[in-house]
Nanobody
Framework: QVRLVESGGGLVQSGGSLRLSCSAS????????MDWYRQPPDKEREFVAA????????NYAPSVRGRFTISRDNAKNQVYLQMNDLKPDDTALYFC???????WGQGVQVTVSS
């Protein structure tokens, strides 16, 4: 059974930083592209970032490009999202996703105060 568990969320002031982590189990992690999505309050889920299987390349939503960095450690079955210069608009529930198998974590809350 595939399981994705996010951690590292919390409350931070505007301009601050957080690092989200996602631990994967029940899946051959290195075979999967990994994504981060988020769902702001009262809005639809939206794509944030994706990383290739080897971790060599990342892809970002325009709203986070230059502020967020996605990375992974295949030896640890973990994917990360380093978030810098956070803004109130980044407030959302953040999800770790393995898109090829449509597996989602339960989400972790990030709240950015102005």
């Amino acid at each position: 059974q595939v399981r994705l568990v996010e951690s590292g969320g919390g409350l931070v002031q505007s301009g601050g930083s957080l690092r989200l982590s996602c631990s994967a189990s029940g899946v051959k992690f290195s075979d999967n592209i990994m994504d981060w999505y988020r769902q702001p309050p009262d809005k639809e889920r939206e794509f944030v970032a994706a990383i290739t299987r080897t971790g060599q390349n990342g892809n970002y939503a325009p709203s986070v490009r230059g502020r967020f960095t996605i990375s992974r450690d295949n030896a640890k079955n973990q994917v990360y999202l380093q978030m810098n210069d956070l803004k109130p608009d980044d407030t959302a529930l953040y999800f770790c996703v393995a898109p090829s198998i449509n597996s989602w974590g339960q989400g972790v809350q990030v709240t950015v105060s102005s």
